[in-house]
């Protein structure tokens, strides 16, 4: 080989590894890119939704809430049917 062929041999394959180079750091770069907006929408996630555990969490509050209003409506029934119970009966006259 001569001179020119090895420099032309040489020439073409620092182009292409500088191609090949050049477009690994453009995906490179858009992967980048997809991860700082991964991280971010998981960021905006976190803060502004709530998790199973906190969701479970207040589920079981309220439902401990509505079991003690539950039991209060209950008892105030049975209130009332003894206050009902208690009451003297009225009688009624025939007028005919």
Same mark, same amino acid.
């Given at each position: ?17 500088? %191609? *090949?180079? =050049? #477009?690994?750091?453009? $995906? &490179?770069?858009?992967?980048?890119? /997809? ?29 401990? %809430? *509505?079991? =003690? #209003?539950?039991?209060? $409506? &209950?008892?105030?029934?049975?209130? /009332? ?16």
């Amino acid at each position: 080989m001569t001179g020119p062929e090895i420099m032309y041999a040489v020439g073409f394959f620092v182009g292409l590894f500088g %191609a *090949i180079f =050049g #477009v690994w750091k453009y $995906v &490179d770069g858009k992967i980048g890119a /997809v991860r700082d907006d991964l991280a971010h929408h998981k960021l905006h996630i976190a803060e502004h939704y709530v998790s199973k555990q906190g969701l479970r969490e207040t589920t079981e509050q309220i439902m401990a %809430a *509505i079991g =003690g #209003v539950k039991d209060a $409506v &209950d008892n105030m029934t049975l209130r /009332v049917d003894r206050i009902v119970e208690n009451q003297p009966q009225r009688r009624t006259t025939r007028a005919g």
